[in-house]
């Protein structure tokens, strides 16, 4: 089994290039309802829907707090380089790199443009 979160967000184009942007991803969709966001290795990590393109009864509401509870957490073999592209782009960073002594690797905390918490971590031993 293979997680494949989907997120609601506004405007699914313009998350698709910040999400490209910032966590170099690729898209494997495209679409301004619909987007599948894939790895280096072609696997998908990451959906990002629209929220009004077609009804989901379980999708959530706009207007409330996203992702109350859930943390989106990626791991990642180039930590240096995501936190240059995280200062790049003017990433809301939440907690500046730090290193997680429990985890045994660095991580970073910031927000994506809809609100959503992202933690990004190194690769085990990574400190």
Same mark, same amino acid.
């Given at each position: 089994?293979? &997680?494949?979160p989907l ?8 998350s698709?290039? !910040? ?31 629209? !929220?009004?393109?077609?009804?989901? &009864? ?14 989106? !957490? ?12 995280l ?9 500046? &790199? ?10 970073? !905390? ?15 031993g990574?400190?």
């Amino acid at each position: 089994m293979t &997680p494949q979160p989907l997120i609601a967000v506004h405007n699914v184009e313009l998350s698709s290039q !910040w999400y490209q942007h910032v966590l170099a991803l690729k898209s494997g969709h495209g679409g301004t309802e619909y987007e599948q966001l894939l790895n280096e290795q072609g696997e998908m990590v990451l959906q990002l829907h629209q !929220w009004q393109a077609h009804h989901h &009864p379980y999708l959530g509401k706009p207007n409330q707090l996203k992702g109350n509870g859930v943390l989106l !957490w990626f791991q990642t073999k180039y930590f240096d380089a995501l936190v240059q592209r995280l200062q790049i782009h003017q990433v809301n960073i939440l907690e500046q &790199p730090k290193v997680n002594l429990n985890a045994n690797h660095r991580e970073v !905390w910031f927000k994506d443009p809809d609100g959503y918490i992202i933690v990004v971590a190194g690769a085990y031993g990574d400190i």
